[in-house]
């Protein structure tokens, strides 16, 4: 009897410790977590220098990954993606609207820029950007100059809705054009640039205009070019 208890003990006790991770994922839902890169820090260099890359993907991306678990915990957007919680949130949600502005900025930034021998867009995008500012060429720098003029902190995107074709904007801080509440006009991101002094200033310093220009050799065109395929199948 005795022994025949301690054995139902120990399986119990087993169990339980078998289970726990599983209980502690279904106590919360949305942890957010960092997404690892899919290339080395060193990966971008001369152009983004391994120790940017790392203090920006590391620390940077994963405080506003942090910040947001923080920020949903005991909220209606805990147990919502993270495009929901970006559909949803208003200009009251200062927390939640930076960090999950954040979140998704650095994921998408992670995945435009890559290290890749094509350094030019083809196929239906070059097209559409040919048509809309005259010339691949043009459209880096329309979007360069844009990049420039953005004031303070923030991103400049190359965007896509079926009301504007391809246009370019700046969103200040961590925004983007998925918050609906926010930004009426909302669109697909085709690509995006990190403006802010922590993607560029260990190496070029207030040399804004030379990070602007070693962004067009890092860039990923044909993730680029999926993310435009998505956006004209987008509603
Ligand atoms: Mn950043």
Do not use: P
């Given at each position: 009897m005795k022994r025949r208890k301690f054995i139902q003990k120990s399986i119990l006790a087993v169990s339980v410790l078998a289970i726990k991770p599983s209980l502690l994922l279904a106590d919360s839902p949305s942890q957010f977590e960092l997404p690892p890169l899919n290339y080395p820090y060193n990966a971008l260099e001369p152009y983004i220098d391994a120790q940017t890359m790392e203090i920006h993907h590391s620390k940077h991306h994963g405080a506003y990954v942090k910040n947001l678990n923080e920020a949903i915990?005991?909220?209606?957007?805990?147990?919502?993606s993270l495009e929901k919680i970006l559909e949803n949130l208003t200009s009251k949600d200062t927390k939640i609207r930076n960090n999950a502005g954040g979140h998704y900025n650095h994921t998408f930034f992670w995945k435009i820029i890559s290290p890749s021998d094509t350094k030019e867009p083809t196929g239906k995008l070059a097209e559409a950007l040919t048509q809309k500012f005259g010339s691949t060429e043009k459209f880096k720098e329309i979007f360069s100059d844009k990049a420039k003029s953005l004031f303070g902190s923030g991103w400049t995107w190359l965007l896509y809705n079926k009301k504007r074709g391809l246009f370019i904007e700046n969103t200040p801080?961590?925004?983007?054009?998925?918050?609906k509440n926010i930004y009426k006009d909302t669109a697909s991101p085709i690509i995006g640039l990190d403006?802010?002094?922590?993607?560029?200033y260990l190496k070029y310093q207030n040399r804004r205009n030379e990070y602007i220009q070693a962004f067009w050799n890092v860039l990923n065109w044909k993730e680029i070019e999926n993310n435009y395929d998505k956006a004209l199948k987008s509603k």
């Open positions: 915990k005991g909220t209606k957007f805990e147990t919502m801080n961590q925004d983007n054009f998925a918050m403006v802010w002094e922590h993607a560029y």
